[in-house]
Structure formats: C-alpha cells, structure tokens
C-alpha cells in the first residue's frame, strides 16, 4: 500500500506515521518539498537558459510571460529550456539529493484558444516555491560573487 499525505500539518503527519507504526507498517517519510538548499543544488546543475526561466518567475512572483525569454526580436525558441529542468530534477533524485517525485519548479502555460499549436505563452511557479527559488537565487549569486572576487584576488587584481 502506498500512503501519499499532501497538504497536512507536520505534526498531523507525525501522529498518523506513528499511529500507523503501532499497526505494524513501516512507514517511511519522504520530504518531497523544494528546500534552498535542494533549490540552490538544482540551480548549480542547469545550463543558464534554465536558470533564467526560474529567475525571471521567482522574480514576477510565480509567473514569467514567453516575450521576456524570446530575445529582443522575439524570434528565440523556448524548445528544450525546461526540459533541461525536468531531466535536472531527475538526476538530482537519481544522485539522492531529493527523493523521486519531486515538483517541477516552473511549468510552462499554453494559450487555452489554440490547443493545436502548443507555443509556450510562459511560465509558472508555484506560490509557495517563489520564496524558495528566490533565496536558492541569492544564495547562488553571492557564491558566484565570492568567486570572481577570489579569482581576481589570486590573480593579483584589484
């Protein structure tokens, strides 16, 4: 049997894995939640035309519209960008740094009027994920700062 809890309290959780311990199973919790830190680890594991989907949606507080990632003319394609997330996603459960099923970050929308030529309109995230994603961003940005300070310092720069 497998019991899937979503959207409950930890300690309703708590109780109901120990009641169900004293009933013989074997109840094993899996955190399937983005963290910063799992957030940052995602992050660090994408090709910067992912990230920056992410960040532009953690930055319009869960929702990047497609004219913003398709260049100044408009004509770049958004085939393949959050791919990149899902297989991401997936290695990172594969290497065990999250558990298997976790949530994409950002989903792409499609116009609802025309169902038969599926151009992404933009990009989703989930409410709750913006304050993750945005942190998971900063964390990221300060480390990249830090190391081109290093980098000019053992270069004898400024």
């Known amino acids: ?15 109901l894995f120990a009641l169900l311990g004293r009933h013989g199973a074997a109840p094993v919790l899996q955190d399937a939640q983005w963290t910063v830190t799992r957030a940052a680890q995602l992050l660090r594991d994408l090709p910067a035309t992912a990230v920056q989907i ?3 949606a953690a930055e319009g ?5 497609s004219e913003h990632l398709r260049g100044p003319d408009g004509s770049e394609s958004l085939r393949g960008r959050s791919g990149a997330i899902t297989k991401a996603v997936n290695r990172g459960a594969a290497k065990k ?16 009027e025309n169902p038969s030529y599926q151009r992404t309109t933009g990009y989703v995230m989930n409410e709750d994920l913006v304050p993750v994603f945005k942190a998971a961003l900063a964390r990221i940005d300060r480390e990249a700062a830090e190391l081109a300070t290093a980098t000019v310092t053992a270069e004898g720069g400024a």
């Open 1 to 15: 049997m497998r019991l899937v809890l979503e959207g409950v309290s930890e300690a309703l959780a708590r109780e």
């Open 54 to 56: 992410i960040r532009l």
């Open 61 to 65: 507080e869960g929702w990047v519209a």
């Open 97 to 112: 740094r999250w558990p298997v099923g976790m949530p994409q970050p950002v989903e792409a929308q499609y116009d609802p």
